[in-house]
């Protein structure tokens, strides 16, 4: 099946995943086996496609983080490992993902740069293995609009980081322009089909995740993703 051929996906409500808050901050409704399948597909031509116009955002992102030598870092959602070769040298990082393919990329990636400072693992964002506290950073670049419950996920990113830590969101959101914010929605439906939903609503988002931002960026050219920086 061609990559933007429409397949089966769940759309309507009784798919719904979280509770009626959560489902009412996007239109669209997806689960984990979809996002998968969405994903199997993209893993070859990930790079290609959302390397370059999305890099600039994951650039400040990690200026932003204020790594320090010896910090531990959680990238949830890691995909094919592109951010990985960003961080410093003397952080420790790890990288889930739900999806095999994805992985199999970062874990080329990782081998082919020597980044040994950086491990994968195959997990689910929102029921994550880790302790509590085990992290001084938590980061989702692109990811929390790809997932079924993004409340669920921020609450496990909130669990895993340390208090006092430092969360960061990088995200395409609902735009406050009327008009824009229509078309997003209009269009959520579909955008699901190359990897996310492009009407999730950045203010109920943060509210249902009990998130309170030290910082709300634009970020990217033209400038429609935020990058949400938050301490724990
Ligand atoms: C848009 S890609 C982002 C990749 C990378 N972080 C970047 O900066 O481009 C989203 C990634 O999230 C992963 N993902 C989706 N749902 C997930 C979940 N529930 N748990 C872990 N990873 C998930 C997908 O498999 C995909 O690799």
């Not at 040298?89 to 950086?118: F, H, Q, W, Y």
């Not at 929390?144 to 669990?159: H, L, N, T």
């Amino acid at each position: 099946m061609a990559l933007f051929d429409r397949e089966p996906g769940p759309t309507t409500d009784e798919y719904a995943t979280g509770d009626a808050a959560t489902r009412a901050l996007s239109v669209t409704v997806v689960e984990n086996d979809f996002v998968e399948r969405v994903y199997e597909k993209l893993a070859k031509i990930y790079d290609f496609t959302f390397g370059p116009t999305l890099h600039p955002g994951r650039l400040e992102a990690i200026e932003k983080m204020a790594i320090r030598p010896g910090h531990s870092v959680l990238e949830v959602g890691v995909g094919t490992g592109i951010n990985l070769g960003l961080y410093p040298r003397d952080c420790a990082v790890t990288g889930i993902d739900l999806s095999r393919p994805m992985l199999d990329k970062a874990r080329e990636r990782v081998a082919r740069k020597d980044l040994v400072n950086c491990r994968v693992l195959e997990m689910d964002a929102a029921s994550m293995s880790f302790p509590d506290e085990a992290f001084d950073i938590v980061y989702a670049p692109y990811l929390i609009s790809v997932v079924p419950d993004p409340v669920k996920v921020a609450r496990e990113m909130r669990r895993v980081c340390r208090a006092g830590g430092r969360i960061m969101i990088l995200n395409h959101f609902k735009s406050t322009n009327p008009i824009l914010s229509r078309i997003e929605t209009a269009i959520s439906p579909l955008t699901v089909h190359i990897g996310f939903k492009a009407d999730l609503d950045l203010q109920g988002f943060l509210t249902q995740a009990e998130l309170e931002p030290l910082a709300i960026d634009k970020v990217n050219i033209p400038r429609m993703w935020t990058l949400v920086t938050c301490k724990n």
